[in-house]
């Protein structure tokens, strides 16, 4: 998924694990990490196009371009002693077997935490040596020593390799929350995923976005 701040001119690519995210009513947890934080949106939307990559045993293979799945407003905000990730769907006016198959909710928040890069990983799991975040000393004294610490302030998601722990917490984040997150009325000309990122229609189907269809 791709974030960018209002009045904040910084797009980050964030990488969530399982392929989905994660289950809202069973409070389930997902890893995920910033791949890349960029501030022109085209270095972003590089990451999305068509790829060609080789494997061992089956050669060349190729990685077909990202269709866009959902577009919406989004907050991260205090709430007690933790922080939320909320969200409302702007596109697709309804969600369709696309957004079923990722857990895209038409509204939900989810607790973000942000693991300490000098804290190790249990085996086989998190990023390993240069990969992982390097915070600037105002940031690492968050962690005050813990394994975790809440994406407080969310400046942590502006350092690729920032790892992430999102833990599904509700399907109405605004009454929960106390939001007011104001979803607009978008169509096919004026979404802001091909306004932003530019990404071109003729190699990123839209169907999912618009229809909640498989393309």
Do not use: C
Request: charged share 40%.
């Amino acid at each position: 998924m791709v974030l960018s701040p209002e009045g904040k001119k910084v797009y980050r690519l964030i990488v969530v694990g399982r392929q989905a995210l994660p289950d809202v009513e069973g409070g389930e947890r997902s890893w995920g990490f910033v791949d890349k934080v960029r501030r022109k949106a085209e270095e972003v939307a590089d990451e999305l196009e068509e790829k060609e990559y080789r494997t061992k045993t089956r050669g060349e293979r190729e990685l077909p371009a990202a269709r866009p799945a959902g577009e919406g407003v989004y907050a991260i905000a205090r709430h007690g002693d933790h922080t939320h990730l909320a969200y409302s769907l702007e596109l697709p006016e309804r969600p369709g077997e696309v957004q079923e198959a990722f857990r895209i909710e038409d509204e939900a928040s989810y607790i973000v935490t942000i693991k300490n890069p000098e804290k190790p990983a249990p085996r086989g799991a998190g990023l390993r040596g240069g990969k992982k975040a390097g915070f600037p000393k105002r940031l690492m004294q968050k962690f005050d020593g813990r394994r975790f610490a809440d994406a407080d302030p969310p400046d942590f998601l502006d350092y690729e390799g920032a790892e992430l722990i999102l833990i599904g917490a509700s399907e109405e984040p605004m009454k929960e929350l106390g939001l007011e997150l104001k979803p607009e009325d978008e169509t096919e000309s004026s979404a802001d995923i091909f306004k932003d990122l530019k990404l071109e229609r003729e190699k990123h189907p839209v169907k999912p976005l618009f229809k909640g269809r498989w393309e």
